[in-house]
């Protein structure tokens, strides 16, 4: 699996959009992004995830390079709720089952 | 619904006892899981089950043993833990994409297991 990397911590005020990067240079063609957060103590959410399109749901928008080797999840409106642990996963290309979790970002949101 | 249910949500064991935990869902979910996540540590994967049979085991310690009783059921078995194994154990299922053969996974609340 291609590794990600994030930055170790950012902070965010309340009601502004949070941009979360994530290098993923190695990715390769059948390979996709993922995105989970892990509020303290309990177990990883899902959030998005994508190929080479943007892709938007109730929760997040995520934006992938066209050359695929970085992407950025963006949250609009921000709110306290919503500091958790972000991880950017690589996942797919035969590895279907497999999603390595890197170190993350930790998202504080300040009010 | 995506809801992944792990019972219990604490569970404190002697290094001489058996205990199980336990991981259900009811979302027709073909694929479960168990991670282990020490603590500020990311989750790292332990079995994978597809179908009811064990498709993945990490190089997991035989002290922990997987079971897959049904389709929504996944146990887990301790037995002679250490310590170190005092953790939060996720349970997580996934289904296949049939556009995309994707697995989104998703998880479940986790049990602390703390090992005495």
């Known amino acids: 699996d291609a590794k990600t990397t994030q930055p170790p911590s950012m902070d965010c005020a309340e009601g502004r959009a949070a941009n979360l990067p994530c290098n993923h240079s190695?990715?390769?063609?059948?390979?996709?992004v993922y995105w989970y957060r892990q509020i303290h103590s309990q177990g990883p959410q899902y959030i998005i995830h994508?190929?080479?399109n943007n892709e938007t749901n109730e929760m997040a928008s995520l934006i992938i390079t066209e050359d695929r080797k970085s992407s950025t999840l963006i949250l609009p409106h921000a709110t306290l709720r919503d500091t958790a642990v972000y991880y950017c996963i690589v996942s797919g290309g035969g590895s279907n089952y497999k999603l390595t979790f890197g170190k993350g970002t930790l998202l504080t949101v300040n009010p | 619904d995506t809801e992944v249910t792990q019972t219990p949500k604490h569970l404190v064991m002697g290094m001489t006892n058996k205990k199980s935990l336990k991981c259900e869902q009811h979302m027709g979910h073909r694929a479960m899981y168990w991670y282990k996540q020490k603590a500020k540590k990311p989750p790292e994967l332990m079995f994978v089950?597809?179908?009811?049979?064990?498709?993945i085991n990490e190089s997991v310690p035989s002290r922990f043993s997987p079971e897959c009783p049904n389709s929504s059921l996944l146990n887990l078995h301790l037995h002679a833990l250490q310590p170190e194994d005092s953790a939060l154990y996720l349970c997580?299922?996934?289904?296949?994409?049939?556009?995309?053969?994707?697995?989104?996974?998703?998880f479940g609340p986790g049990t602390r297991l703390l090992v005495l």
């Open positions: 994508g190929l080479k």
């Open positions: 089950y597809s179908y009811e049979k064990l498709s």
């Open positions: 997580a299922s996934s289904d296949r994409d049939r556009g995309t053969k994707q697995e989104t996974q998703y």
């Open positions: 190695t990715i390769s063609g059948n390979e996709y």
